[in-house]
């Protein structure tokens, strides 16, 4: 019991102290406790405007306070009062952007700072009325992960800063604002909209979408925003979304945030959803039609837990946020839908895993879990490392201990870190305890957390479900199966996806052809059946692909497909001209999460 103690006090006491070096803020000093914004979206000129709020908790003496801000015009800083305060932007930091100080006189805790966005906000994404699904009206959203929270409100935009926050925003009366938090699910006539997050949050997961969107509840606690144009298909594409959230509170104890929506973005959306609290953001191109993407809006749900619920301390850390959450989605996924289900979404993300290792390099500091970014953007440590790699280790554990056991571990880590923030460090000091490791099974933990690549014996997904597609690619490829021939009835995506991803890359022009005679692979309107066949058959000389690759790169802007899409064309000599023009073109349409990416493909 008293080791147990000093443990949680140790723990309790480096939560406090610990350095974020993505971050200017000094939080043992001076730490951002409450944010109030009142901000004004003008969708004519794109600028975001108004006054930051910030409530502070300061040490006694200490003159100034350090805040996160990049390429914001700093007009004004006041105290509570009114009186103005004495600030300077220093110098600029790659990644970074300049850090904001400001003079605190001794009784001073409270501030405003007025500002505005530029155009280089690059959290923001203005879209025209021509790139949404409605045509008519403009759109905006926000990417707040890993550090661009600081590009549209000037905040303390470390994982390991929490606070509470509201809002007031005014939009044109035509739009509707959603944030993540308590959300209005209809427009009023006034254009004005009041939003407030009363649990902690680091600023990462503050976040805001404004456009033409509709609002359908699916549940008592859940319900999706759209467009108009895309909200009974996006209704029905989520409609185990109230049984996903019982699945997981089932799991791993209540769920603490009230609602849990989600809203359907713009395809330019640059990631699959981000986990914003109450209101997860996704990307259209889950829209499969028949449901079997959905695993993205579990993966985004676990986040509820790992992740937002308990927070890494530092992005050297990511792990703690996506291996959990890799591996709490699985079992939502095995809970609703089976064991066999599950075990497919598992060798895609080792198939996964192995491609990141073998581009990284298996010796590659960046395959570690525990990363060093330190002087890099921290948007460079979110890889399939920190998800797949991250999972089997948790897998590891469950194995070690039990699944009882380690289920039972997962209910108290969550309570115990509720709304706080953890390092690997803190972590490994409370699992030893907790799950009582032997001095071998910490080493083992150890190495998988500290040394690149993955161990020697570690236990390869598996499923039954693929091995029944494996036939069906032997026979196909040996000749002994025509298309039509092959057995595929009720086959799932993710089956396909495996059948796609294992075909032989010397796969002749003739049997490609024949595949696609019969499936229609290169139309196919699911977006990741689509990106497996064009990454696969264009490398091959099928031309018939190149339009569609072009047509999928200027409507899709999910960094998940765009990317490596670009970097095969890019390697293609018949197409490389042909990928940087189109690259041209189809840039403005992607947010610069995306953009700045794919930059580096063609510089």
Excluded at 193 to 205: D, G, I, Q, S, T
Excluded at 493 to 510: C, I, K, T, V, Y
Excluded at 584 to 591: F, I, K, V
Aim: charged letters at 25%; one cysteine or more.
């Amino acid at each position: 019991m008293i080791r147990t103690i000093l443990i949680l006090l140790l723990i309790s006491s480096s939560l406090l102290m610990a350095h974020d070096y993505h971050s200017f803020a000094k939080p043992e000093d001076c730490a951002l406790t409450h944010a109030k914004f009142d901000l004004n979206i003008d969708f004519e000129n794109k600028v975001i405007s108004g006054i930051a709020y910030l409530s502070l908790k300061k040490v006694k003496n200490v003159k100034e306070v350090f805040i996160d801000t990049k390429d914001l015009d700093i007009i004004s800083v006041n105290d509570i009062s009114g009186k103005a305060l004495t600030f300077e932007l220093l110098e600029k930091v790659e990644f970074l952007g300049r850090a904001l100080r400001i003079e605190l006189p001794n009784d001073i805790s409270e501030i405003s700072i007025r500002y505005k966005t530029t155009t280089k906000s690059s959290a923001l994404q203005w879209l025209s009325p021509e790139q949404t699904k409605g045509k008519k009206y403009p759109f905006l959203f926000t990417q707040g992960q890993a550090i661009l929270s600081r590009t549209w409100i000037p905040v303390q935009d470390s994982p390991g800063i929490r606070f509470t926050w509201e809002a007031n925003i005014s939009c044109d009366k035509n739009l509707l604002p959603v944030m993540s938090g308590l959300n209005p699910q209809s427009k009023n006539a006034s254009g004005n909209y009041h939003f407030e997050m009363n649990k902690p949050v680091p600023a990462y997961l503050i976040a805001l979408a404004v456009g033409n969107l509709d609002f359908k509840s699916l549940g008592p606690k859940t319900g999706v925003y759209s467009e108009p144009e895309m909200l009974e298909m996006s209704a029905l594409e989520f409609s185990d979304l109230e049984a996903m959230l019982q699945a997981a509170e089932a799991l791993y104890g209540e769920y603490k945030w009230g609602r849990y929506d989600v809203i359907v973005l713009p395809p330019s959306f640059p990631f699959g959803g981000m986990e914003n609290p109450m209101l997860t953001f996704a990307t259209p191109t889950i829209l499969a039609g028949d449901k079997s993407l959905t695993s993205l809006i579990a993966h985004e749900l676990a986040h509820s837990w790992s992740g937002n619920l308990v927070t890494n301390q530092t992005w050297d850390d990511f792990w703690l946020n996506e291996g959990f959450t890799v591996y709490f989605e699985r079992r939502i996924m095995e809970s609703l839908y089976g064991k066999d289900y599950a075990d497919m979404l598992a060798v895609l993300g080792y198939q996964d895993l192995i491609e990141t290792i073998t581009d990284l390099g298996n010796e590659s500091d960046d395959t570690k879990l525990k990363l060093n970014l330190k002087g890099r953007d921290a948007d460079d440590g979110m890889t399939d490392i920190a998800y797949e790699k991250g999972c089997l280790l948790l897998l590891q554990l469950e194995k070690m201990k039990g699944r009882q056991a380690f289920d039972k571990f997962l209910n108290e880590y969550f309570n115990n870190f509720a709304f706080k923030s953890i390092s690997t460090e803190e972590f490994l000091e409370y699992i030893s305890e907790r799950l009582a490791l032997t001095a071998d099974e910490l080493s083992v933990m150890k190495t998988w957390i500290y040394q690149p690549g993955l161990p020697g014996e570690i236990a390869i997904p598996s499923s039954s479900l693929f091995e029944n597609v494996d036939a069906e690619i032997a026979a196909f490829v040996s000749g002994k199966k025509e298309p039509v021939q092959l057995e595929v009835k009720n086959w799932s995506s993710h089956e396909w996806l495996h059948f796609l991803r294992n075909l032989p890359g010397n796969l002749s022009l003739d049997k490609v052809e024949n595949l696609d005679d019969v499936f229609e692979f290169t139309a196919s309107g699911n977006s990741e059946i689509k990106f497996a066949w064009l990454m696969k058959v264009i490398p091959l000389g099928y031309k018939k692909a190149d339009k569609a690759a072009d047509e999928f790169l200027l409507s899709v802007g999910r960094r998940k497909f765009v990317l490596p899409m670009f970097k095969m064309l890019a390697a293609q000599p018949r197409l490389k001209e042909h990928a940087k023009e189109l690259y041209s073109n189809a840039r403005l349409g992607y947010h610069s999460v995306t953009a700045q990416s794919v930059d580096e493909v063609f510089n």
